[in-house]
């Protein structure tokens, strides 16, 4: 028997659990499918000290509606922390509050629907609604919705490059499962981190605030030129707005290309005070001319891992200098990012989805796959990077998207759709609208310039 609703939302990660809270006090009906047993978020990097990268304000709803239930203001109040928070004065709070806050919200609204893996999205021309079929991973139980609209959020993989798979998942594993992996961590004689991400970065100063316990030796290797801050300064970080995002869109597929790979430091790296965290633990490790017993290279690329009698080798590369190494290591920590696979499901329809000319998904500037002969509309959160730019996975950014999709899904403009929050201009002729004192040359102009 088919279920029926004015929306299916697949995956329910923050950007769709956010979207649902902006829906729940409106007349759509909808259904948030998900294939886990209940609300999960990055359980593995919840680590003791560290924090959101964003502030309380990116929680799900505030940005685009502050008077809702499901802000982070009135999970405390609920919770009966507000005044605890006040005095705890921060702007970026701790990362394992901040999935308590995801669990509270999942719980409490009555669109989330877990136990529920999508199987397939399909589109039936003569009732103009979506078809999406799923199953229970838990009994194999086979369900079927229809829908008018359906939004597409699941998220990222953690990814193992080839030379590092087919080792006991104890020993070789992604940062993704590091807290399932601790006890093992503390039992070894040593011990690598790879990569040099925010994540590798905490799992390091994890483990080297754990070291005089464990006594193990610790080294931290990436391919990278340098154990980089990631941009966090207030002009720097206009690039994560609406504004941006618009502009990004009205660039050229070719352009975007372009532009994207050079701006990994805005949503990549280390932030301040991590690094400064290690710098000074090792800085009170080295007192008295000890050694802290600690390893750290950039410019090394791992390039595959093979197990040893006690333990494992890592075939190292030194990039700069084309210089090769092994390192040997009993444990081998993966902060190697996370890939984004094009799940199955939308195979019934990935014949008639508009691609890019390298087979990406053409997203239009609100968020939909254009889809041959369907008019029905299918939108995607956080798959839109090389179409939307660096702040496509910003949490921040979630509440300017789900307005835009909200409004859309409504047919009104329930949530404001910010445009003009920033001072810095990102085009030209926005530019040249603030400024009396510049005028775009005429073509003439231009040619008379380059002769």
Known sequence: MRESFDLIGVGLGPFNLGLAALLEP???????????????WHEGMLIEGTTLEVPFLADLVTLADPTNPYSYCNYLREHDRIYEFYFYETFQIPRREYDDYLRWTATSLDSPQFDRRVMAIDYEPAHEQFVVTAVSPSTGDRYEYVA????????????????????PASDVFHTASYRSHIGRCVEADSITVVGSGQSAAE??????????????????????????????????????????????????????????????????????????????????????????????????????????????????????????????????????????????????????IATDDQGRFAITADYRLP?????????????????????????????????????????????????????????????????????????????????
């Not at 000890?290 to 390893?295: E, F, L, S």
């Not at 890939?339 to 990935?350: G, I, K, Q, W």
């Not at 910010?418 to 530019?431: I, K, M, N, P």
Request: charged fraction near 25%; glycine fraction near 8%; proline fraction near 5%.
């Open 371 to 451: 889809i041959e002969d369907v008019p029905g509309r299918l939108f995607v959160q956080n798959a839109e990077l090389h179409t939307h730019g660096v702040g496509t996975p910003d949490l921040g950014l979630g509440c300017y998207r789900n307005s835009r999709i909200a409004n859309q899904l409504l047919g009104r403009t329930e949530y404001p759709e910010d445009s003009d929050t920033v001072f810095q201009d990102f085009s030209l002729e926005a530019f040249l609208e603030r400024t009396p004192a510049s005028t775009r040359r005429t073509d003439d102009e231009q040619r008379h310039h380059h002769q």
């Open 26 to 40: 409106t007349e759509l009906d909808g259904l948030f499918l998900d294939e886990s047993d209940s609300f999960h």
């Open 148 to 167: 008018d609209d359906v939004v597409v959020g699941v998220g990222t993989t953690p990814q193992l490059p080839d030379g590092f798979r087919g080792h």
């Open 203 to 352: 799992v390091f100063l994890d483990l080297l605030d754990r070291q005089p316990a464990g006594a193990y030796r610790l080294d931290w290797l990436t391919r990278s030129a340098g154990f980089f801050p990631m941009e966090y300064s207030k002009l720097g970080l206009q690039h994560f707005t609406p504004e941006y995002t618009q502009y990004v869109t009205s660039l050229s597929q070719e352009t975007r290309d372009e532009l994207i790979p050079e701006q990994d430091l805005l949503y990549k790296g280390i932030d301040v005070e991590t690094s400064a965290a290690i710098y000074e633990l090792l800085y009170e490790r080295s007192i008295g001319c000890r050694d802290p017993a600690i390893g750290l290279l950039a410019e090394t690329a791992v390039q595959s891992i093979d197990c040893v009698d006690d333990g494992y080798r890592l075939h190292c590369n030194r990039t700069l200098t084309d210089e090769s190494f092994v390192h040997e290591s009993d444990v081998v920590v993966c902060g190697t990012g996370y890939e984004r696979a094009r799940p199955a499901f939308y195979d019934p329809l990935v014949d008639r």
